[in-house]
């Protein structure tokens, strides 16, 4: 017999499950919900971004009455958000949208005389064909005081300010936009990308058109058949696989390129390797026991991370990251319209640099830059691109940078966001069978606890973010909280040893993907843990009608995270 507690915490569970929301913090709380701070130039100067926190309303089944059947989706988002956050249909701007398995996600703009706000969003997610909201989240302001519309400051001379403050060149992009202030003001800004190949940055700055203030700032910079890797194993220390042949003329495709860390961007050589094409064998066995740089190692390494590349491109596929929904390739086969938003390109042996990995995550329609660094960690030094749990974290950033916030790549910047991004991208690895040991020879791997169920091994819980200044031990935080949701799955619903190639049984670890990626689409522009949480228990009422409601949410309270969770700090 169970303890009536425990009866009364389940029962106060159910209730909760039809509807709930996540409302913004305190303004005294709200520090790692609506602000993140940025180290730029060479001389260190720091940024603080601003982004009003959002509010996160997951409807359940309740239907939302709509005169509107029949209208597009752009159509019934507005309308609904008229009435939600009380504005006009002149004060919201349509941005991107998509229907996919039955859902409908639409994602909008506040915006002012036609110029929107860069961080003021929306999202809407209906049912397909019928007349319910599911769930929206919202950062939309009430400005006390709004800038005039018309710029006072010439846009040339605020692309010299980005790139003096950012140590950077004008990326050929920008764009007038209006920005909200936490002191309830918004400002007009010119939004200009500024990138530093050499430096490894890349940013949309945020100029102020009166005065000429760098007001804010985007970072799109995240940080971590061939004889390769298995995708299930860690590193070539756990063993390396048969030949396999691929069907391209050497390791660049229209998923994924991978060459020699140089400059791709200017033209300069990409070092591809095509010598084998007509063979179609590209067998480089790697050795451990000389440094990562010799000829056949550098090989091994750019095969491996073409593979890898394209078994992460292939396996989001299944389970919904498209170019439907802003994903990285150069054209499409299976969708209605070709997109050029052009592959990955992986960098291996980047230069100058070493012990690190990272990718750019840009808006929708530029294509994003992987670059894979030598550890010098161990002797003899390791490649980071034969590391499969490292370059599946830094490719996740991808997944979750996109589907968040619907192509803009600029809905994970508040220092919370910015940590549930880093455990997205360690859960991934994770659910891929990897651990982060090899590159830094040391058993522990690159985090401070391995991911556990026992609060033993892995004493993390949500409370354990307070305080935090940095994304990544956030992200440790949500990574193991996803580690118990995961468990909990294939412990009541197994294992599923299709699960790259089959998304459509119930097996837990299937189950598991799903969630993430739905999640991911339904949650709010720069989601709280508790807004992600409930993004979650939406995608699972969205897609399985609910079915594993109670187990979603006993994990998530097992860490803390359960239906009385409150702000971060």
Sequence with gaps: MFPFSTFKALVLISILLSSYASAPPSPALQQHSSRGTHKVGRRGLEVEAYHPAPTYAALGRRLVKRSMVGESLESRARSFLEAKANLTRSCIEYHSGFALDGIEHAYLHQAHNGIPFVNAAANVAFKELDDSALSYGSSFVNPHKIAPSKPAFDVKSAIDIAEKMLDGDYNQRFRLAYLARPDHSSIL????QIRNEEANTFYEAFVDAHTGELASLTNFVAGMTYRAVPIRRASFAEGQDENRTMMSAGTAGNNIVTHVGTNLLDGTSASFIADDWKALIFDYPYSASVAATTDENLDAARVNAFYVGNIVHDLAWKYGFRPLTFNFQ????ADKWVRGDGP???????????????CTVPPD????VCKLYVWNKSSPTRDVSLANDVLVHELGHGISGRLTGGGTAACLQTLEARGLGEGWSDALAEWTEQKRAWVNNNPAGLRTHPYSTSAVTNPLRYSSVAGQTTPYPIGEVWANIL????AALVTTHGWSASVFTDPDT?????VFLRLFFD???TQPCNPTFTAARNAWIQADLNRYGGSHKCLLWTAFASRGLGVNAGPAT
């Design 189 to 192: 800004v010119y939004a200009i």
């Design 344 to 358: 990955i390109n992986i960098r291996v042996q980047t230069t100058p640099g070493s012990n690190d990995a990272t």
């Design 519 to 521: 999640g991911l689409s």
């Design 330 to 333: 150069a054209d499409t086969i």
């Design 506 to 510: 119930t097996h837990g670890s299937v």
């Design 365 to 368: 329609g530029t294509p994003s």
């Design 483 to 486: 580690h118990n949701v995961y």
